[in-house]
């Protein structure tokens, strides 16, 4: 049965530090139930929206959907920067992309933020494809999973075996907002979640909200847990086939309804006993507060896929012009380097010719060509990254991530309305104001 549990701080703290800060004494840390196995009485509201959620969720990844494989790793690419941006990094989507670039270029003038947030979304991919494909998931893969994502930070690696606590005091779990289970209780916990994970006992939506909500309580790294924890969101849904292609940017929705997020944790966390009544409703507000993020996040991603459908077609018309006006022929061939490169452009919307070589299999002349006739249709913009090497920007694509990422920070999902409410890149030059950008409400 989940509980509250009493225990003694016994505060070791500096005699300088302010009297508080010293205190010791008494403080109260929640124990979970654990949940492989356990019987939870979904309301049925909440399984029939899960269900309707799911089918919109399979049809982002159907056979007969365009643009799936450029949309999985536009919202990727949203995901990892507005997942560091939680953590108060908020570098723009141009200086990420350049910082990507530079993992395999020389690139001038990117920040040590974008570097970290290019870093971590190349650590996300891999790290979670490790855990998607694994057949049974450990502790061990978890435990991997946190190291990679903190890899300047040894100290806090592996499962924590002191004590922590969310808010109040640095020094003293005391008044804390919430304190985790002991730490002894950490290994069995986790055992407990993985066990759960490797399970398909409720549907996948349903599951990823349950690991996630668990993981958060047992909390059991000293630091990084909201990292792990919404990467193993993502995990759970394509590891059940719901997400093959596309990533939901629900770990966006829930930072922007942050206060209804922590509540909805915070009822989650219990103290009826397993399989009552009371824990199942407690549960349900929990699930409440994940599905409606969820459906949020599914409706920005339709909505992006045709804002990226409706870019693409301007593309084409561009580049049509373009060719006429030199006496080519309108349309380019299916196979051709320009043709390829254009279907690139929202997967990789900042490549050089060294780069876009490699993405096509092309030979460098073939590649420049093909970018230098996108950037004379207007389609792609140079910059100078070193010393004779020049780099391609579909800005479009990346104002178009900027201006997702503000709706997503908007707590009305419409900037119209209700300005981002938390850090976001400034909207664009070239653009409109948010008030007048379509498809944001």
Do not use: C
């Not at 004494?25 to 899960?50: C, H, K, M, N």
């Not at 998607?132 to 690696?157: A, F, K, M, N, Y």
């Not at 490699?358 to 389609?379: T, W």
């Amino acid at each position: 049965m989940a509980t509250w549990e009493e225990a003694h701080w016994e505060s070791s703290a500096d005699t300088g530090l302010p009297r508080s800060a010293q205190r010791s004494g008494l403080y109260q840390r929640y124990v979970p139930d654990t949940v492989d196995g356990f019987a939870l009485g979904i309301d049925g509201g909440i399984s029939r929206e899960v269900t309707a959620i799911e089918r919109s969720i399979r049809a982002l990844n159907s056979l007969g959907a365009e643009n799936l494989a450029g949309i999985a790793r536009f919202l990727l690419r949203s995901e990892a920067i507005a997942s560091s941006r939680i953590e108060g990094i908020s570098p723009s989507a141009q200086q990420v992309a350049l910082a990507e670039l530079g993992q395999s270029e020389a690139v001038r003038g990117v920040s040590e933020q974008a570097r970290f947030v290019a870093n971590n979304m190349t650590i996300v991919r891999q790290s979670t494809t490790e855990l998607v494909e694994v057949e049974t998931l450990t502790v061990d893969h978890i435990v991997g999973l946190h190291q990679s994502l903190l890899p300047d930070q040894p100290r806090h690696h592996g499962l924590r075996k002191v004590q922590n606590w969310i808010g109040g005091s640095d020094w003293s779990p005391i008044g804390a907002d919430f304190v985790p289970p002991d730490p002894d209780r950490v290994p069995g916990l986790m055992a407990d979640l993985t066990d759960y994970m490797n399970g398909a006992a409720h549907a996948p939506l349903i599951q990823a909200a349950v690991v996630h909500a668990q993981f958060e309580t047992i909390h059991p790294f000293t630091d990084g847990n909201g990292r792990v924890g919404r990467a193993l969101v993502h995990t759970i849904l394509a590891r059940r086939g719901l997400t093959e292609r596309a990533v939901l940017p629900i770990s966006l929705v829930l930072a922007t309804l942050r206060d209804t997020y922590v509540t909805g944790l915070n009822v989650y966390r219990h103290d009826a006993p397993a399989a009552s009544v009371d824990a199942s409703a407690s549960i349900n507000e929990w699930l409440t507060v994940f599905v409606r993020a969820s459906a949020i996040a599914v409706e920005q991603s339709k909505t992006l896929m045709k804002q990226i459908e409706d870019l693409r077609s301007d593309w084409t018309n561009r580049l049509s012009t373009h060719r006429t006006s030199v006496g080519l022929r309108a349309a380019p061939r299916a196979d051709s380097a320009v043709a390829r490169l254009l279907d690139h452009l929202p997967e990789a919307p900042v490549v050089t010719a060294t780069t876009l070589s490699k993405i096509l299999d092309i030979s460098f002349p073939a590649a420049s060509a093909a970018l230098d006739e996108l950037r004379q249709a207007g389609i792609l913009r140079t910059r100078s990254i070193e010393r004779g090497a020049t780099a391609y920007l579909a800005r479009e694509v990346l104002d178009l991530i900027t201006l997702t990422e503000r709706t997503l920070a908007s707590t009305k999902f419409d900037t119209r309305t209700t300005p981002p409410n938390r850090a976001v890149p400034a909207r664009p030059e070239n653009q409109k104001p948010d008030s007048t950008r379509p498809g944001t409400h």
